[in-house]
């Protein structure tokens, strides 16, 4: 699913990747953690594209994206990966479900078919009563399961993850980590999650350690040691 070899990056003098190899397979949920500046959103930015490495390659979903064009990694990014962040980004001028549709309608999928999807995937996230609603009459888990919800909506090979958790009480904590594993049950979603949560980072199949750009431990959770 995801194979990356090599990969260095700097900012500056800054080196912050220092040559990382990393495999994940179709269906994983895979945390990464560490300090700090150990490197983990740089990393997570560079398999999604959002920024290119120094050196290496990466290949997702048979697809080698580190040669691609501006235009190419565009539409790259609309099929194949969806995203979640810290603090949604829903656009407050739209409902849920419009939110929802947004990379469809950017994919050019007919809009009949990008509102049964929409429907279906909220359906799913429990929010069905919600549809219509803007994101300030939605509360914080609401806003991110819509977020979920539209990172699904053009079926990505992976979803990537920014502190999906960061911004929620404990109960939306433990609802939205239940998601992720009920999608990958429903869906055979692969994940990869930056996150400070040691509950969440426990509960995926395996745990990358990063530190000081390069990864020191890759096992699972069960197995791993204090660092």
Same mark, same amino acid.
């Given at each position: ?14 080196? /912050? ?7 994940? *397979?179709?269906?994983?949920? /895979? ?11 740089? &990393?997570?930015?560079?398999? +999604? ?6 050196? +290496?390659?990466? %290949? ?6 580190? *040669? ?33 549709? %947004? ?21 799913? %996230? ?11 009459? &939605? ?32 109960? *939306? ?14 869906? +055979?979603?692969?994940? /990869? ?10 509960? !995926?199949?395996? !745990? ?8 020191? *431990? ?5 197995? !791993?040691? !204090?660092?």
């Amino acid at each position: 699913m995801i194979d990356i070899k090599g990969i260095t990056k700097s900012f500056g003098s800054l080196q /912050v990747l220092k040559g990382i190899d990393l495999h994940i *397979n179709k269906g994983e949920v /895979v945390s990464i953690v560490g300090p700090s500046g150990a490197g983990k959103t740089t &990393l997570l930015q560079i398999i +999604g594209t959002l920024d290119k490495p120094d050196s +290496g390659s990466i %290949m997702v979903d048979g697809i080698e994206t580190s *040669n691609l064009s501006k235009n190419k990694l565009s539409e790259f990014r609309n099929q194949h990966l969806g995203f979640v962040f810290q603090f949604h980004q829903l656009l407050p001028e739209f409902t849920a479900i419009e939110n929802v549709m %947004m990379p469809a309608y950017i994919a050019g999928v007919k809009p009949k078919e990008a509102r049964a999807k929409a429907e279906e995937l909220l359906h799913f %996230m429990g929010l069905s009563d919600r549809a219509t609603h803007k994101p300030n009459e &939605l509360s914080g888990g609401e806003k991110q399961r819509v977020a979920v919800a539209r990172a699904l909506i053009n079926n990505p090979s992976v979803i990537l993850a920014d502190e999906p958790s960061g911004s929620l009480d404990t109960k *939306n904590k433990a609802d939205l980590h239940q998601l992720f594993f009920d999608l990958r049950d429903k869906f +055979g979603q692969t994940f /990869v999650i930056v996150t400070h949560d040691e509950t969440l980072a426990t509960l !995926t199949d395996r !745990t990358i350690h990063l530190k000081d750009g390069l990864i020191i *431990n890759d096992e699972k959770p069960s197995e !791993t040691t !204090t660092i």
